[in-house]
């Protein structure tokens, strides 16, 4: 069975960090590529981050300078470091693996609000 399950959401202040984890179980993780989604009631979800497998990275451009993905393949894990953090940044942030031929795979998503 396929879970990924995020940890580190919650309420920080304007120009604060917080670093989000995915952990993966049940997939070989090392070969997929993994990302950071988020979404604000109402709207779509959007891509935040992205780390293939080979640890190349990229970024939209609202986080870019702000915000760091990484992975650790012998923990399964995959971090989004977010700093100097707005409260525009406020979503439920989602993890997602995805590997060529086969479905995607999504986490629960773990709550982030930046407010004073």
């Known amino acids: 069975q396929v879970r990924l399950v995020e940890s580190g959401g919650g309420l920080v202040q304007p120009g604060g960090s917080l670093r989000l984890s995915c952990a993966a179980s049940?997939?070989?993780?090392?070969?997929?590529?993994m990302a950071w989604y988020r979404q604000v009631s109402g709207n779509q979800r959007e891509l935040v981050a992205v780390i293939t497998s080979g640890s190349s990275t990229n970024y939209a451009d609202s986080v870019k300078g702000r915000f760091t993905i990484s992975r650790d393949n012998a923990k399964n894990t995959v971090y989004l470091q977010m700093n100097s953090l707005k409260p525009e940044d406020s979503a439920v942030y989602y993890c997602?693996?995805?590997?060529?031929?086969?479905?995607?795979?999504w986490g629960q998503g773990t709550q982030v609000t930046v407010s004073s």
């Open positions: 997602k693996a995805d590997r060529l031929y086969y479905s995607p795979y």
């Open positions: 049940g997939i070989t993780f090392s070969v997929y590529t």
